[in-house]
């Protein structure tokens, strides 16, 4: 008899654990966060890549517009005031070191993409019609997110138009 006592007090003192349910709640917190922490970190990441491509894209096309009218201030070259103004552009998201801006212009816009077509580094000349791509190399941050799309993706803007008759 007295072999079969300490059993039911086994028992109780399980069944009463299992029952319980303090702390519950902050195990789940921990076994969650980290999943959701990165989640959000991705997010995060990813909203900042789409600012920067749509910060991107606007500077391609102010600077295609001037670009497209040959202007041209006193002391520099027309290549130079390109580069100068995604730079200021994008100044404070991008390193402007990193930042590769090239041309190609075309006589026509039906040779855009066609082999053999077009003039690289070129600016055309009044009438021609050039096609403008600024690409950058982004570092991803976020270590998940680096693991499956890997460290750095580049981003690239284009925008083509055709010159005015200056």
């Known amino acids: 008899m007295i072999m079969d006592e300490p059993m ?6 399980f069944s009463r654990l299992i029952r319980c349910n303090d702390g519950v ?10 999943v959701l ?7 995060i990441e990813f909203a900042v890549i789409m600012f920067v491509s749509v910060v991107m894209e606007s500077a391609t096309d102010m600077t295609a517009r001037l670009g497209s009218t ?9 290549a130079q005031e390109i580069i100068n103004n995604v730079d200021s552009m994008t100044a404070g998201l ?11 212009s075309y006589s026509g816009f039906n040779e855009i993409g066609v082999a053999g077509q077009g003039t690289a580094n070129s600016l055309g000349g009044p009438g021609d ?5 600024v690409s950058y190399p982004w570092t991803i941050m976020t270590p998940i997110v680096s693991a499956v799309i890997g460290n750095k993706i580049t981003l690239r803007a284009s925008t083509v138009v055709r010159n005015e008759p200056y």
């Open 8 to 13: 039911p007090q086994k028992r109780r003192l």
């Open 25 to 34: 709640t902050a195990i789940e917190f921990a076994l969650l966060s980290p």
């Open 37 to 43: 922490l990165l989640m959000v970190m991705g997010i």
């Open 70 to 78: 040959g202007y041209v201030p006193t002391g520099t070259s027309q």
């Open 94 to 104: 991008l390193n402007a070191n990193n930042i590769t801006i090239t041309t190609t």
């Open 129 to 133: 019609v050039v096609l403008y791509t």
